[in-house]
Each structure stands twice: as C-alpha cells, then as structure tokens.
C-alpha cells in the first residue's frame, strides 16, 4: 500500500509539474550528454596513446651536402660514419630495441606516397630527404640517452623524438576534453538550479497533501520519497537520452566515418560506451537525489 500510494504521488506529481519535467530531461541530457562526450575524448585520448606510444621512434637524420648544421661542416655524411653511428646503436640494446637505416631513395619514395595528392610533391628532389636511421627504444620515455649520444656528432644534421610531436597532438586533445569538461560543469550547475526550483514548486502546489501526511504521522523521509523519485526519474530519463547520443556517436561517426578514412589509428570500443553510460547515470541519480534532499529540507516544511 505504501509503495503504490508513493508511485501513485510521483506520477500525479510528473504530470502536474509537466513543462518542468521536460525541462528537466532536456537539461539532464545536455549537461550529461557533454560529460559523456568529454569522457570519451579521455578514453580515445588514451587509446591513441597506447597505440603510438609503442611505435614511436627517434629518427636520426644525417648530414647532406646542403645540411648548414655545424656537425655537417664537413659535408655529406661518410660511409664510415654511418658504421660507426650503426655500430654505436647496436651497443645501446636492450634500450634500443630495433634499428632501421632509410636511404635519401627510400625516403624519397615514402615522401612521394605520403603527399601523392599534394602539389608540394612535384617540387621535391631525393637529393633533398636525407638519409636516417628511425630507432625504436624499449622505453620511449629515454630519449635522452639517444640524444646526448648522438646529436651534434659529426656527420649527424639532427636528433628527432617523435614522442614530442606525439605530446602536443595530444595536448591538443587534452584541451578540448578539459573545454568539454568546464562547458559541462556549467550545465550541470544549471541542472542543478534547474532541479532545486522543481523542488521548491512541487512542494509549493502539494503543500495540503504533505501537510496532512504530517498529520497523520508520515515521516520526513516518506513525505520526501515521491519528490525525490520524480528527480531520479528526471535523471534517468536525461541519462538514457544522452546514452543514445553517445551510442549515435560511436555507430555514425566512429564506426562509419572515421574508422574507414583514418585507418592509421584505432578508436575507442563499445566498453567505453559503457563505461560512460553507466557514468552518466550514476552521477545523473545521484546528483539530482542530493539536490531535492537539500531543497526539500527548507520547502517541505509544513
């Protein structure tokens, strides 16, 4: 009897307060819909670190006959210093774990099949790309070993970590997850005025029915449990609404998009989906639990 007077009471209440109730699920779904977004730039964030964290390289460029670096005074780089720079590698295993030599052809080649579609392409010569040696280390986070070796030796242009470049691509990202994460702090905030103001009227439109539940003995915690199920409610509904949209994301925009045109890097899966649905709504319920608690304790008083 009382479960069924208490769903009978959350049920007058969604519908009385009908506009509030929408407006509340639309909020809910946008604030927690950004959340969701900013959480699945985290995941794909660490995904793509995972994925090219282990196949970056430091790439060790050698001098040409138009290199102006000082380590190439001498002019182009001599078979037996590329002996010697090869040799000087292989002593540093395990550390360096692979090493591949890139003639100026081969790297010509590669050039020419990585920018075939632009006209950059047309102007360059092999005698411009010059040789290198690309070395993979067992611990990318140790370039300085290679560069304090290496660089500056005569018959070497420069010294090159990939992971650099890797970091402010990634930087990149990480700043649009922190401006996903404020945008959605600032709707949640809204969320949460949002909610305190349904509480306030809800209590204001059943202030006889509350006060004779006083009367006849209810306690504060059955008198609040129909306001606080229609927040809940509230929250769900906008947590499943912003699900949906994280689930369009993941089938439109990942799975048929850019997972067929960017091929050279892998995406977030459905465990990240969720992972951040289950996110959503915990924090959605439980949010909008703590805020109709607080309210009703000062507009539930009869």
């Known amino acids: 009897m ?7 009471e959350v049920g007058i209440g969604l519908r009385r307060n009908l506009t509030m109730t929408i407006a509340l699920v639309i909020t809910f779904a946008v604030s927690l819909g950004l959340l969701g977004g900013a959480l699945l730039v985290r995941d794909q964030v660490d995904v793509m670190k995972d994925y090219w964290y282990d196949k970056v390289q430091v790439s060790i460029f050698l001098c040409t006959k138009n290199s102006d670096a000082a380590s190439c005074s001498a002019g182009a780089v001599t078979v037996a210093q590329k002996d010697q720079i090869k040799a000087d590698l292989d002593s540093l295993k395990p550390l360096v774990q692979e090493v591949y030599y890139e003639s100026s052809a081969e790297a010509y080649a590669r050039f020419k099949e990585q920018f075939k579609n632009s006209p950059i392409a047309q102007n360059a010569s092999p005698d411009a790309l010059p040789e290198s040696f690309r070395v993979k280390l067992s611990d990318p986070t140790k370039y300085d070993v290679i560069a304090s070796a290496f660089a500056g030796r005569p018959g070497i242009d420069n010294v090159v970590d990939q992971r650099s470049l ?3 691509f990634f930087q990149v990202l990480g700043g649009l997850q922190k401006l996903a994460l404020l945008i959605a702090a600032s709707m949640i905030l809204v969320t949460i005025l949002l909610i305190a103001n349904a509480m306030r009227v809800a209590a204001f439109n059943r202030r006889r029915e509350t006060g004779i539940m006083r009367l006849v003995g209810a306690s504060d915690f059955y008198i609040q449990m129909p306001f606080l199920l229609e927040a809940a409610i509230g929250a769900a509904a906008g947590a499943a609404v912003a699900t949906l949209a994280l689930v369009g ?9 850019l997972t067929p045109q960017f091929t050279i890097t892998p995406f977030f899966g459905w465990d990240a989906v969720l992972q951040a649905s289950v996110t959503l709504f915990v924090i959605g319920i439980v949010l909008a639990c703590i805020t109709a608690f607080f309210t009703l304790r000062r507009y539930l008083r009869v």
């Open 249 to 257: 994301v993941k089938v439109i925009l990942v799975d048929r998009v």
């Open 2 to 8: 009382r479960a069924r007077l208490i769903l009978n």
């Open 166 to 168: 890797l970091d402010k």
